[in-house]
């Protein structure tokens, strides 16, 4: 299993939300580190696109795409049995379901965004941390990896549910990070919880449509993927419960 001798070789890591940019990049980098690879995402033309490439990319590694309905807690809990079966293990679940919706002000700020949002990024979150948990603490190199936003720690009066949704997913993700703590005991956490706290996101194509555009303090999504493999090369002790900034801190 896995793929030559990456820093990754014989991992086997999930990644939700694997069909868009920074789920392609992701499961590219991934693959390249020797890791065999699992991602889901809730469009299956999206997914198989972005397996195939992340095939194409790296020969020979092992790149499967599951659909899988993450607001399903039921579904999520099948996903991570059904890996932990097929490969024998589970290492890392990767969370990049993203969404966005903002006003322009706080007073136009529409309640049915939060309903949007909290679905997207704090039920997936829960569902998923609680569905891989305890495979990826029987690993010797769990990682559960959140990508969030700079706006979390400091939101825009525009921003509040988007933020606020990021805010909770956070604090949802430290509370795992306490789980891996404890189940360390004394020797300290064998797996762990960790934020990677960007922006934005900017990709080649975004970069195409405005050739003019600065993108400042946004992180590309091949660095994204840089940093996320980075989070498997420390140890579980350095990366439980802290956020790894990839942008500066407001």
Do not use: C
């Not at 029987?138 to 990508?147: A, F």
């Not at 988007?162 to 805010?167: G, H, Q, R, S, V």
């Not at 949802?172 to 762990?192: C, I, N, Q, V």
């Not at 050739?211 to 091949?222: E, I, S």
């Amino acid at each position: 299993m896995g793929n030559g001798n990456g820093p990754l070789s014989g991992a086997v890591i999930a990644v939700a939300g694997a069909g868009g940019p920074a789920g392609r990049a992701t499961l590219v980098r991934l693959a390249e580190a020797g890791a065999t690879v699992v991602g889901s995402d809730n469009d299956p033309e999206r997914l198989a696109e972005a397996v195939d490439a992340a095939r194409y990319g790296h020969g020979g590694a092992t790149v499967v795409g599951d659909t899988v309905d993450l607001l399903d807690l039921q579904s999520t809990r099948d996903w991570a049995t059904r890996i932990e079966k097929d490969f024998g293990r589970v290492d890392g679940l990767v969370h990049l379901v993203g969404g966005w919706r903002g006003s322009e002000t706080f007073t136009k700020t529409s309640l049915d965004d939060w309903d949007f949002l909290e679905l997207l990024l704090i039920r997936t979150v829960q569902h998923t941390s609680l569905a891989f948990h305890e495979a990826l603490q029987r690993s010797d190199r769990g990682r559960y990896v959140l990508i969030s936003a700079a706006g979390a720690t400091k939101p825009s009066a525009g921003n509040a549910s988007y933020a606020a949704a990021k805010a909770a997913a956070e604090a949802w993700t430290l509370a795992l990070a306490d789980f891996f703590h404890k189940a360390g005991g004394e020797a300290g956490p064998t797996s762990a919880a960790a934020i990677l706290v960007v922006k934005a996101l900017v990709h080649d194509a975004m970069r195409a449509e405005r050739p003019n555009a600065k993108f400042a303090g946004f992180t590309d999504v091949k660095d994204l993927a840089e940093a996320i493999v980075g989070v498997w090369e420390k140890s579980a002790a350095e990366v439980n419960g802290n956020r790894l900034w990839l942008t500066e801190k407001p």
